[in-house]
């Protein structure tokens, strides 16, 4: 039955179940049972499919090897990209931290100095 299978599979490349059911009775005159055709047909069409994709994968040693360090080569890459996007990142944020801080002082310095020339507390005293 397996055989038959296979040999359906070679000549037409898609065999559906129930072509492979009728390929049974030609050849012998009977079928069998429905799920053991069917079992066999699934069976027989993933190798084919598990084959197929094989083969279409590079079997080449170096090929694989090549792509392996392209690979690796944009991964270096990619990283290094976003360690400096971080350390600009920081610094940015460092910058603006200072400056913030350098602006707080300089209001807290024009404050007391206004507080100090006899202004008070109140801006506007009732």
Known sequence: MRATCRELMARHSNV?????????????????KTEKVFEVWRDETDKLQRAKAA???P??????????AIAETTAAENLARAELAEYRE??????WAMEIDRVKREFEEFRSSVEGQGGGSKPFQV
């Open 90 to 95: 920081r610094a940015h944020q460092d910058h």
């Open 16 to 32: 559906s179940g129930r072509q492979f059911r009728r390929e049974l009775k030609e050849r012998f005159g009977a079928v069998g």
């Open 55 to 57: 083969a279409a994968l």
């Open 59 to 68: 079997t080449d040693i170096a090929e694989l090897q090549r792509r392996l």
